[in-house]
């Protein structure tokens, strides 16, 4: 992997965002940040469609203008070769595993639920979807919860690029209402997670959002 | 990796679990089907979820008892050391981006149209989400034509197991009302995967999920 700088293209405030600045932060890598606002529209432009026909942040641009998408395929990348990865091919399975899980069965709902409530108006039609989201979102943190009883991580033997795929939005939850308390592992593991060197938090969301997310809690909860 | 016989838990006509098929035959890995019949709760017993708690299919299993879940880590470690898992870290992180790619934007929408059209009754309520996952599922295909224009394969020059991941329900989404007409470099790169040595088809599905098939695309396209 090279070491020359990276530029990400991203929102601060997006869990699948986070994920890629922790792990820069946590392996002293230098990158530059763009900010995108994709909460309005800023990754459906023509000029960022044409980069990422997706339209989604993450987006990671090499010095040489080479490009990756997808949080978690970008972590994979910028975590070979260290402590991060780990070596032995059945606990990388593992690994890739959890990260298949959590962009399957925990981040569309435990993100959506955080967006729904932060990120649309407070008498947006899809508030009706939260109380599905929010119920499918403890079904995923009851599935963490297992593993955690027998586990540390879910890296493998350390912690690792699985643990910040899942900390990314698992330690947010409550900004979609999701309640964390059933859950005495996860909350432990959110702990050992802010423990680790270098951990950065993730940026604060700014006050209009803030003050959706507080009343949400309040309506729905 | 092991060499050693592997059992895979899985029911055949699903595409996750088609996924793993056809890389064991491509690999030309001995392995043990064993059915199991997810559309009908058999994920959701007792016994099957104390093995995966997140009560989903495929699973593999190794001689020695250790489980991997998650179709896309499973394709990933059964594939390290092969011609279908690139060497290059670039080539690799490409790849894992359409295989995250393919369980985020593409089979929650392919996938699931295939399977409220063809495993619900004709009254379900759930036919009412068919035209928007339609929609969905035409953005993700024109985003895999977007890359085709390009490139020959999704898993670096070479064909790889993101195209197996891309191929399980792509090949198959005419099943849920989804048109592949307007994607003409999806439809030669399919052709180009039937191509590929060893390739197998997935299996049949049986009569009563033909009939709801052939009915839905009657009704609703």
Known sequence: MEAAQVSIYGMSTSGNCYKVRLLLEQLGRDYQWHEVDSANGATHTADY???????????????DGRRLVESNAILHWLAEGSALLPDDPWQRAQMLSWMFFEQYSHE????????????????SPRRAELPRLRAQSAQALAVMETHLRQADWFSGKHYGIA?????????????GGVDLQPFPHVRDWLLRVRQTPGFVALPAVDAEVARRLAASQQDDH
């Open 163 to 175: 643990d910040i795929a899942l900390f990314a939005y698992s330690h947010c939850a409550g900004d």
């Open 49 to 63: 469609l044409a980069r990422n026909p997706n339209g989604k942040v993450p987006m990671l641009e090499t010095s």
């Open 108 to 123: 569309p709902y435990v993100a959506v639920a955080r967006f729904i409530s932060g990120w649309t108006p407070l008498d």
